[in-house]
């Protein structure tokens, strides 16, 4: 799988919210685009999407040009979990289940439901099939979904914040099922604030400031006191023991 953002420009109300946007990622990677609130990382994940539709530039895969595929046949592609869920009262099995609408044409058939049962298990919520997805905690529920876009069995994942509003054990367990996935060869594109969790968890990081990707590379190599300053406009110290990796803030600016 070879999948490349190439110069997209995207405006809203006639103003740019992404500028040039480049980047490639290869298969079984975890890619994190990192920056602060505001800085584009969403735009850019909708965008891919095809929520969003560029004004200029071009998103290929595998070779193929994905601007002009409805947002119904990029789901047969990727998978994309945003950042807000919406409420409802599905059982757990249910809300699986969604991921499979791309190919049901009425109702799911058996092979959905072994599809949605694997997606379960795979991250260790098969025992929750029947319980309301309302009943849930957070991070109960991110698993969930997460599962349902495993249902989806695309070899691509778009991933908005998946950590977002979880205790520190949920963020791990989150980020270790989406680390087995790519293992396996899958490959995530994941749009994170978090500093320290993109060091430990990420192959590749993209920053982004103001629409822009800024600075790119290993996490271990772009992230340092210089490059957290330009983009979050905060001071940091960076300590390192046993070979990892942590950052600190001191200060605004």
Do not use: W
């Not at 560029?54 to 990727?78: C, D, F, Q």
């Amino acid at each position: 799988m070879r999948f490349r953002v190439e110069d997209v420009e995207v405006e809203l109300n006639s103003r740019k919210i992404l500028d040039g946007v480049t980047f490639e990622i290869s298969k079984g990677e975890i890619v994190v685009l990192l920056g602060p609130n505001g800085s584009g990382k969403s735009t850019i994940l909708r965008t891919i999407f095809g929520i969003l539709k560029p004004i200029k530039g071009a998103i290929y895969l595998n070779g193929g040009k994905l601007n002009a595929a409805s947002v119904e046949e990029i789901a047969k592609i990727m998978g994309y979990l945003p950042q807000e869920h919406s409420e409802t009262n599905l059982r757990v099995i249910d809300v699986v289940l969604l991921g499979r609408t791309p190919y049901i044409s009425v109702n799911p058939g058996k092979e959905d439901y072994r599809v949605a049962e694997e997606a379960l298990k795979l991250v260790g919520m098969e025992d929750f099939a029947t319980r309301k997805f309302s009943e849930l905690s957070g991070g109960e529920r991110q698993k969930v979904i997460l599962a349902r876009i495993f249902c989806q069995e695309t070899d691509f994942m778009l991933l908005d914040e998946p950590t977002s509003h979880l205790d520190i054990k949920s963020q791990i367990e989150v980020l270790e099922i989406i680390r087995r996935i790519t293992e396996k060869g899958k490959t995530a594109l994941v749009a994170m604030h978090d500093i320290n969790l993109a060091l430990n968890f990420s192959d590749r990081v993209l920053m982004v400031r103001d629409g822009k990707i800024v600075h790119t590379g290993k996490p271990e190599d772009v992230i340092n006191t210089e490059t957290i300053k330009d983009v979050f406009g905060v001071r940091v110290e960076i300590l390192k023991e046993n070979g990892r990796i942590l950052v600190v803030p001191v200060g605004v600016r």
